[in-house]
C-alpha cells in the first residue's frame, strides 16, 4: 500500500529564512508520481509540482525548489527566502496508475507540514 | 473557464441525518474524485467516478455514496451521519487516465 510521511507537524520561520519541507513515501509500484500541494487558509488545494518516478532531476521555479531521490524514497520542498504570504499547510502526495480500468489516479496524501513565516 | 465548484459552502447537520454535497468538474474533464480532509489532516480518498460509474474507492463505509450525471457533475450523499463525518469535503476533476488533478473549494461539513 501506498503511504506519504511528513515528519514535520508544524514550522515556524523568519521572513527570509530558507526552509525545506520533508515528505518521505512508500509504494511498490515503479511507476508512480509525487505532487506538493499548498492549502491556505480559504482551504483550496493549490497544485505546485508533480514528477514522474523516472525523472529524478531536481527542479527550480522561482524560490521553490525540489529533491527527488529515489534511493531515499523522499521529495522535499525548498523555499528559499521565505515570504509571509508562504504561510500555509503544505502537503506531499503520491499516485499510482489507475490499473483498475479506465479513470484518473487517486492520490494518497501525507497529514501536511504547517509553515509559518513570521515578519 | 471556471475551474471547480462546489456547493455548499457550509453546512451543518445533526447526527443521523443524510446529507448531498456537489460538484461541477472543470470545463473538458470527465473525471470527479472526492476526498475528506478531517482537521488537521491530509485529505483521504473516498471514490471516483467516470462515465458515471465509481471506478475506484478508498476505505470508506457504504453510507458514503456518490453519483456522476451526463454533463460530469457529482454528488456526494453521506447516510446516517456520524460526529467523525465532520470534515472538508473536497472534489478534483481531471481527465481520464491523467493525473493531474484539479480541487475545488471545499465543502465544510459540521456534524452536531
Known amino acids: 500500500a501506498q503511504k506519504v510521511t511528513q515528519a514535520q507537524t508544524e514550522i515556524s520561520v523568519v521572513e527570509k529564512e530558507d526552509v525545506t519541507l520533508d515528505c518521505v513515501y512508500e509504494?511498490?509500484?515503479?511507476?508512480?508520481?509525487l505532487f506538493w500541494y499548498k492549502q491556505p487558509p480559504s482551504g483550496e488545494l493549490v497544485f505546485l509540482i508533480r514528477?514522474?518516478?523516472?525523472?529524478?532531476q531536481n527542479e527550480i521555479s522561482g524560490r521553490y525548489s525540489w529533491n527527488f531521490q529515489k534511493s531515499t524514497s523522499s521529495f522535499n520542498f525548498t523555499i528559499t527566502a521565505s515570504q509571509v504570504v508562504d504561510s500555509a499547510v503544505y502537503f506531499c502526495?503520491?499516485?499510482?496508475?489507475?490499473?483498475?480500468?479506465?479513470?484518473?489516479?487517486?492520490?494518497?496524501f501525507g497529514k501536511g507540514t504547517k509553515l509559518s513565516v513570521i515578519p | 473557464d471556471a475551474g471547480v465548484t462546489q456547493s455548499p459552502t457550509h453546512l451543518i447537520k445533526t447526527r443521523g441525518q443524510q446529507v448531498t454535497l456537489r460538484c461541477s468538474p472543470k470545463?473538458?474533464?470527465?473525471?470527479v474524485s472526492w476526498y475528506q480532509q478531517a482537521l488537521g489532516q491530509g485529505p483521504q480518498f473516498i471514490f471516483q467516478?467516470?462515465?458515471?460509474?465509481?471506478?475506484q474507492r478508498g476505505n470508506f463505509p457504504d453510507r458514503f455514496s456518490g453519483h456522476q450525471f451526463p454533463n460530469y457533475s457529482s454528488e456526494l450523499n453521506v447516510n446516517a451521519l456520524l460526529l467523525g463525518d465532520s470534515a472538508l469535503y473536497l472534489c478534483?476533476?481531471?481527465?481520464?487516465?491523467?493525473?493531474?488533478?484539479?480541487f475545488g473549494p471545499g465543502t465544510r461539513l459540521t456534524v452536531l
Open positions: 514528477r514522474n518516478s523516472f525523472d529524478e
Open positions: 467516478y467516470y462515465e458515471e460509474e465509481e471506478r
Open positions: 470545463s473538458g474533464h470527465d473525471t
Open positions: 502526495a503520491l499516485s499510482e496508475p489507475a490499473y483498475s480500468g479506465a479513470g484518473s489516479y487517486q492520490l494518497t
Open positions: 478534483a476533476s481531471s481527465l481520464a487516465l491523467s493525473n493531474e488533478q484539479f
Open positions: 509504494t511498490r509500484d515503479t511507476t508512480y508520481y
